[in-house]
């Protein structure tokens, strides 16, 4: 009994023991200043050092291609394409970026929801019209994957008291481009160590990607051609929209982001910094990522000749190809090829399903068509839409079309009690699609009932009043294949007619401008068509006005006979020569005698008297304005095609084509002479009189015809000429066989 009574309070006081070891305590009152010591340790007892807590280091990527994403309207939606390492889309990962909004944006009823590989992971209220708010979003395990990660930005936007159609321009919202980031937790994230992560280098704060060429005398035209076909196989595995390059002499001394290192040279020229190289570059064709001490992203580009060089870049299109399953950081969504007679459903191009209860919704769809497309003056393409409206819309509402920036098509919804648009078909005149990229947007804009009173509040509860179906698309007709030449657009969006080349000779300028201005350019090409464009490095006067080829270099290094082939004058000393031209060419009209007869033919049936000629006007030279950028493109009399890019200094001419390259520049270029003065934002275009038609081989004579149809199209006079020959003709042929078997008269 005793033990057990024992045992009892051995048990008591071990379970009471820590309870009355506890310390006072802490007292914060300005009274108590007490110094306790604490106890001595026991002999051999080993005190153990306080542990301080190290946050985990934290890496971050820009996503924003550009300046900013706005989204305006009240449905909108914008993407970006961020690609991350395996290690980078393991870790854990916050979603950070700043808000900004129009005034009138109503907060209860508006909501940015963010999406990344078609999951949600948050919806935020739209209430940041006094200022930037910054959002923070914590990425779900697994959402992000190695590769190509799609981030979506998608606002629904209604007006705090406006129910118009008028009103929903005013709805904005706008993400700052430094603001987007990823931010990722963990040990050294920001390295790449395979071809296949390349895409990883992504874009800088201003959302440009920078390429840092390291190399030696870059005089050899075998280095150029080389460094030439690099740089437009990099802008392709990077896929990134335009690519600015600099000649550096060392490697870079820190990481930054949106900026690759990149050492092309022979193998016996590798400096110290990439010895790890030297061996493996000297046994063949190299090229890797190479880890440097500085962290900086660096590729080596190498072998025993440049021959070998020129071939060890094919292997970044191998581990990085240019493919559906790797979009463009700038075009999240897919971008098909449609050829003539294809059909694309919006689902297929990235659209959804919707229901709408607002006035204006707009979407956007993209697609890409061959070089040799030639039926914009005759052809109609059909959307083929699968519908519903709510018998609150009233006549009046109408479903606009628009192709590349420009209205196409207006159809108006004619029925007050609803109605249903199943296979309805909506004919769009092909008038602006161009070789390349083309962007169709479908405008819904609704008049209501309802809206007409517009209650308090009801901007955002209206019921949907339009539904559209992801299964309607998009139907191309059997449309003429055939090439118009001059015109800049095909080779901008398309590499034509160079890409089919096996070598085009390159004539360029004896600076280092030059040679980076004709390097961006041709990657901006690359990027934009998805081709590269194999260089023969030439001087100037070897080069042959049969063949086809491409000039970069100051104008006044062009040789006077040259000079005379380019389409180009002698710049001119006056600064609003652009905007002459610009009139000129715009939206001015012909004085004299007939300009009554100008203006009656232009407000009746949209002709000129252009239009009416027999014989086209001469294309005379381009005189730009000091310091212009300019492009220009002439077929020559023995068949060649010359692309000329410059400027009347190399200074000039490389940081015209740093600013040629953004985006929506670049989309402006078309004519035969394209020109971007200093200062200015929009590109001075020269239409070409004289246009020659390249078909393709074997000819076909449905081609031919389509062809034909599309030619006369734009030339009325002759359309006119051949029906006139056509029916004297049949009045001959008729006469005779009349005469020969017919009874003659008593």
Known sequence: MK???????????????????????????????????????????????????????AFSRFLVPGASLRLVGEEAQ???????????????????????????????????????????????????????????????????????????????????????????????????????????????????TQLTDIGAVGVDETGNTTLRLIAPDMADPAAQAAALHLVQQIGLALRTPKLSVILAEAPAEERLPGVLDVAIMPAAELPPAFEAAQAQASAGP?????????????????????????????????????????????????????????????????????EFNGRRFTTQLQFELPPDFYAYRYGELELVLDAAY???????SEIDIYTNGEIASATPLLRTDGGTLKDTRIRIPMTNLRPGRNEATLAVNLLTRSDAVCNPGWTGAAPARFVLSSNSYLRLPDYARATAVPDL????????????????PLALGQDQDSLVAAMMFAARI?????????????????????????????????????????????ASSVQGSDDTLLDQFGNSRPEGPLSGISNWLQETVGLDLADLRLVPAPDLPYAPAA???????????EGGIWTVLTSTTAPALHAGTERLIDTPKWRSIAGRVSALAPGEDDIAVVPANAVSIVTPEPASPFNLRRVAANWFSGNILYFALAI???????????????????????
Request: hydrophobic share 45%.
């Open 3 to 57: 033990r057990h009574t024992l045992l009892a309070s051995v048990a008591l006081l071990t379970t009471l023991g820590p309870v009355l070891a506890q310390p006072a305590p802490f007292d914060m009152s300005p009274e108590s200043n007490r110094v306790v010591a604490p106890a001595p340790a026991e002999p051999g007892e080993t005190v153990p050092a306080p542990v301080e807590e190290v946050a985990p280091s």
């Open 78 to 192: 914008q993407g970006v394409v961020v690609y991350l390492t395996d290690a980078q889309a393991a870790a854990p990962a916050t979603l950070n970026f700043s808000l900004l909004n129009a005034l009138v944006v109503a907060p209860e009823i508006s909501s940015l929801r963010v999406r990344i590989n078609q999951t949600e992971i948050a919806a935020t209220p739209i209430a940041s019209s006094s200022g930037a708010t910054p959002v923070s979003i914590a990425v779900p395990a697994g959402v992000l994957r190695p590769g190509a990660n799609i981030v979506e930005f998608r606002a629904t936007q209604r007006h705090r008291t406006d129910c118009t159609v008028e009103s929903t321009y005013q709805l904005w919202t706008e993400i700052a481009g430094n603001s987007a980031q990823l931010v990722f937790e963990g040990e050294n994230l920001e390295r790449i």
């Open 286 to 354: 190299l090229a890797a990522m190479l880890p440097m001490p500085s962290g900086a992203d660096t590729l080596v580009v190498s072998g025993p000749t440049w021959d070998t060089i020129v071939r060890a870049g094919d292997a970044l299109l191998t581990a990085a190809p240019v493919s559906p399953e790797r979009p463009r950081f700038d075009l999240p969504n897919p971008l098909p090829l449609l050829q003539g007679g294809a059909t694309a459903t919006l689902a297929s191009l990235g659209i959804d399903r919707l």
């Open 390 to 396: 709510s018998s609150d819309v009233l006549p009046g």
């Open 489 to 504: 657009q095909v080779l901008t969006g398309s590499a034509w007619p160079y890409a089919d080349d096996e070598a085009v």
């Open 526 to 570: 690359a990027t934009a068509s998805g081709r590269v464009i194999t260089f023969d490095i030439v001087p100037q006067d070897n080069l042959a006005p049969e063949a086809n080829a491409i000039l970069v270099m100051p104008t006044t290094a062009l040789s006077p006979l040259n000079l005379g082939r380019t389409g180009i004058g002698t």
């Open 627 to 637: 310091e212009a950028l300019v492009v220009s493109q002439v077929r020559q009399p």
């Open 724 to 746: 006139v020959v056509g029916a004297v003709l049949l009045m001959l042929i008729t006469s005779r066989v009349l005469t020969k078997i017919g009874r003659p008269s008593p």
